[in-house]
């Protein structure tokens, strides 16, 4: 995990070292004495869904923690599972930060859906604790299954004060968008086993550019998967974009989703619009499903800046 910090946030006084955890959360499947990856074709229709969670690569983690604010910077590593997490005692996160970086203000949250590649930035209060007591990290997504414990062991002082402003983010809006475009997502049943997953009908070719953007201008793209039946989590390179609307499914934009954002998820039955201001960096990038047996498949396309 690469932890990006600058002079803003250093005087936020957030919490540090040993108090500001890193958090891979991922989704492995037992393989015996194999390493092999293998996948069979239901592993390419839904993506890899394992069957124990691993944190920073472990399993059945746990951190001793005193009774004090903690920060974790969590990131969905699975290959394909949406987690759902939540804390058992039911405690709140506070959302500070997403993909994009610090959010304006903090927001207080009881459930973070994490869809692979989102990240989250949050502050856990401990301090209403009693000593020798446990909270856990759980996936509601999966009945509840335990991802980590906090085992708290220590009566601390906790001296963290949350500052009342974190960023300033200005609103893109969206009349500065000169052009929209479309994506249609869908998954084909009867395919065999490449090339099932599709945007625009297409999959990925090196050779090919797929679409071609102005340097310095803002778009709004369109990701359409009204019709699908598997959800997919699109990652954008290159860009940090803000999101606009999602119809259909869920029908809103989550807390997680608020300001920048590079990865974000289009479930079944959604249609989810995003606004992106390139910048300057002319070049070819992709942009694909973050699902890794669907990107594996070819669902990734490529714009390029000129
Ligand atoms: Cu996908």
Redesign the pocket.
């Known amino acids: 995990m690469v932890l990006i910090r600058d002079e803003i946030e250093n005087q936020l006084n957030l919490p540090a070292k040993e108090r500001e955890i890193p958090l891979i959360i991922q989704h492995k499947r037992s393989l015996g004495a194999s390493l092999d990856y293998v996948v069979n074709h239901h592993d390419i229709q839904q ?1 890899m869904i394992g069957d124990y969670n691993c944190v920073n690569g472990m399993h059945k983690v746990f951190l001793p923690v005193g009774t004090v604010t903690y920060r974790l910077r969590i990131l969905n590593g699975a290959n394909a599972r949406v987690y759902d997490l939540a804390l058992s005692p039911s405690l709140s996160f506070g959302l500070i930060g997403n993909d994009g970086g610090l959010l304006e203000t903090s927001q207080l949250v009881d459930t973070l859906t994490l869809a692979p590649g989102e990240r989250a930035d949050v502050l856990v209060n401990f301090s209403q604790q009693k000593i020798n007591t446990s909270v856990e990290l759980i996936d509601k997504n999966n009945k509840g299954q335990r991802i980590m414990q906090f085992q708290v062991r220590k009566e601390l002082d906790d001296d963290f004060v949350l500052p009342e402003s974190l960023s300033t983010i200005e609103k893109i809006k969206p009349e500065t968008a000169i052009k929209t475009r479309k994506f249609k ?1 869908s998954s084909k049943h009867m395919m065999g086993m490449r090339n099932i ?1 599709r945007i625009n009908d297409k999959t990925y070719d090196a050779k090919r550019v797929d679409e071609t953007v102005k340097s310095n201008t803002v778009e709004i793209w369109e990701f359409d998967n009204s019709n699908g039946f ?4 699109m990652h954008l390179h290159g860009v940090q974009f803000q999101m606009l609307e999602r119809k259909g499914g869920r029908n809103r934009l989550l807390t997680t989703e608020l300001r920048y954002k590079d990865t974000f998820l289009v479930k079944k039955r959604e249609k989810v619009s995003i606004i992106i201001p390139f910048g300057g960096n002319k070049g070819k990038y992709v942009f694909h ?1 973050h ?1 890794l047996e ?2 594996n498949d070819g ?1 990734m396309l490529q714009y390029e800046i000129t």
């Not at 598997?230 to 989590?233: F, L, R, V």
């Open positions: 993506g997502l997953h598997i959800d997919h989590p499903c699902n669907h990107e669902m």
